[in-house]
């Protein structure tokens, strides 16, 4: 059964420092998604992605965060300068279109750690 | 603006018992719910899903989910439950009619005594 991919599993940096979490999502889906998960706390929407854009984004993914498809099996989020509070775990999830009905297929997540 | 509560953050139940979650929305219309499930190291598993139709949903691995607009639940419930079944179970919601992202509760750790 096809399913999401993300590396690394772990992630450690420091606080001001840049980091690139990577998604392969399944390969026949349009639709690509960021969420993450603060120790202790629901998880939370960060991004939609569609037809090489965001389509949606909520108040987190702040000029920080970005998102890229850099190549035809490669979702990346980046995080420019990162804050102890950006600490979580990141899921990349995607869809085959984005209807509010469809299926999400999450990745296992990236733990991120800053120091 | 959507949201999920979810009032039990863990729940411990013997092998065999039956097993309930409860989640509970808010949302000005008819939602689109989801029930996850996460095993260690695993991503998030979809179980089952509403968004029209019999309010009585079917998912994976033996769970059922009933939606009752009345009381703004979306319940999940399993006859009898198995060793394998202990994880982290995620109740969400999904926006009708525009957008796709998904709300999601702050989730059920469920354990299950042998």
């Known amino acids: 059964e096809p399913e999401v991919t993300q590396t690394p599993s772990h992630q450690v940096t420091q606080m001001g420092q840049e980091v690139i979490l990577r998604c392969v999502p399944i390969?026949?889906?349009?639709?690509f998604y960021w969420y993450r998960q603060i120790l202790g706390q629901k998880v939370e929407f960060l991004v939609s992605?569609?037809?090489?854009?965001?389509?949606?984004k909520s108040e987190i993914f702040d000029d920080q965060f970005s998102v890229e498809r850099p190549d035809g099996s490669n979702f990346t989020l980046k995080i420019r300068s990162t804050k102890l509070e950006d600490s979580a775990m990141y899921f990349c999830?995607?869809?085959?279109?984005?209807?509010?009905?469809?299926?999400?297929?999450f990745g296992p997540g990236t733990r991120l750690t800053v120091l | 603006a959507q949201s999920v509560t979810q009032p039990d953050i863990h729940i411990t139940v013997s092998e065999g018992a039956s097993l309930e979650l409860r989640c509970n929305y808010s949302y000005g219309a008819t939602p689109y719910l989801f029930w996850y499930v996460q095993s260690p190291g695993q991503g998030l598993q979809l179980l089952l899903k509403y968004f029209s139709g019999d309010t009585l949903v079917q998912g994976i691995k033996g769970f059922e989910a009933e939606f009752k607009r009345s009381q703004s639940s979306f319940n999940l419930r399993k006859p009898s439950v198995h060793w394998s079944d202990a994880a982290e179970y995620f109740c969400a919601v999904g926006a009708v009619g525009g957008g796709n992202k998904l709300t999601f509760g702050t989730g059920t750790q469920l354990k299950v005594e042998l």
């Open positions: 999830a995607s869809s085959e279109r984005g209807r509010s009905a469809d299926t999400q297929y």
């Open positions: 390969s026949n889906h349009l639709y």
């Open positions: 992605f569609y037809n090489n854009e965001i389509s949606e």
